[in-house]
């Protein structure tokens, strides 16, 4: 298959079908970024050339190659506990006040890629109850979303191999909350029991979600357009119940996009707070 990078009018074809597929924005010159991605796409579905692939997937017949496309486009990038600081607020902050209100708890983990985000949220939440005995006896319930039907489904499986299991986790959490299964490491039951898993573009309607007491949706706004941005915010601001917590990326900031959250500063770090109406 020839390997060159795609002309510049199909580079342009396929930045428009991305952005109205799935909100992300690619910049003038990653052409090579999408031949080497969408490489082994090509191979899959024995097209002779990356043109004739894209010409294929721009007709929208085939949700297959879409998916398939979209997959490979979005880079999935995760680990267990990323940045530390969001759990630790998590466990001394927010929980602690959610506990006292002694109403179900319902966390968003978005673009939840293969688990770890979500899993790692729900092992703070067990930390938090072995280091408070009584005081969570409130049901919690965490929603992993994203885009990508293959991730979500390797999520619900809850089994990483040892590669991915040392990004971010200590041998100690390892140990507490996995078991070992041949040559995949399984999140516990109890773990796994809180979370549930379930594809979702963040193009599309959030309601049906549900209200929920925190969303993280941390390094994925980077990938969209200001008013793409905008209208997430807005939307994400919609669903969290009143004073709930919205966590963002280190990099990550509402201002400039939606009045509806203020920042809320803590020992560990930033979170930004739903404003009352």
Request: with cysteine; charged share 25%; glycine share 6%.
């Amino acid at each position: 298959m020839d390997q060159s990078p795609i002309a510049v009018n199909e580079y342009d074809l396929f930045r428009r079908y991305l952005e109205d597929a799935c909100g992300i924005v690619l910049g003038e010159n990653k052409h090579y970024l999408v031949t080497s991605r969408l490489k082994r796409v090509t191979e899959e579905f024995s097209f002779p050339s990356l043109s004739e692939m894209m010409h294929t997937l721009v007709k929208g017949n085939d949700r297959h190659l879409r998916e398939k496309v979209i997959d490979a486009m979005t880079t999935n990038e995760t680990m267990w506990f990323r940045d530390v600081y969001p759990f630790e607020i998590l466990k001394k902050d927010l929980l602690p006040e959610l506990a006292a209100k002694k109403a179900p708890i319902r966390i968003w983990s978005a673009a939840s890629s293969t688990g770890q985000e979500a899993y790692s949220i729900s092992m703070a939440v067990s930390e938090f109850q072995q280091s408070n005995p009584g005081k969570l006896t409130s049901t919690v319930e965490i929603v992993g979303t994203d885009i990508s039907q293959t991730v979500v489904n390797q999520a619900k499986q809850g089994g990483y191999d040892e590669l991915s299991v040392v990004r971010g986790l200590s041998p100690e959490r390892r140990d507490k909350f996995f078991r070992k299964q041949d040559d995949k490491w399984v999140i516990a039951s109890d773990i796994m029991q809180r979370t549930r898993f379930t594809e979702l573009n963040l193009l599309n309607n959030y309601s049906l979600l549900g209200k929920f007491d925190i969303i993280f949706c941390r390094n994925v706004l980077i990938y969209f357009s200001s008013e793409m941005k905008k209208d997430i915010l807005e939307r994400m601001g919609q669903i969290l119940k009143p004073g709930g917590t919205l966590i963002l990326g280190g990099s990550e900031s509402p201002t400039g996009y939606t009045k509806a959250f203020g920042m809320q500063r803590y020992p560990d770090g930033v979170v930004y707070r739903l404003n009352d109406l």
